[in-house]
């Protein structure tokens, strides 16, 4: 499922899922993403959040 939320979003969702979760990949800046982070929570579902950089141009 793919929203539209910025960085403070994704990351008061992230902190909501993380509690009791297995983190895959910790939320942070990655290459090509302003935040990404994979985790898999206490019901064994793996969620992927990400924010994408704004393209000028």
């Given at each position: 499922m793919a929203w539209r939320a910025g960085a403070e979003e994704?990351?008061?969702?992230w902190k909501a899922l993380a509690a009791g979760a297995t983190i895959g990949e910790p939320l942070g800046p990655c290459c090509v993403l302003t935040l990404?982070?994979?985790?898999?929570?206490?019901?064994?579902?793996t969620r992927v959040l990400d924010v994408i950089r704004q393209c000028i141009g």
């Open positions: 994704i990351t008061g969702c990404y982070g994979k985790l898999t929570g206490r019901f064994d579902v």
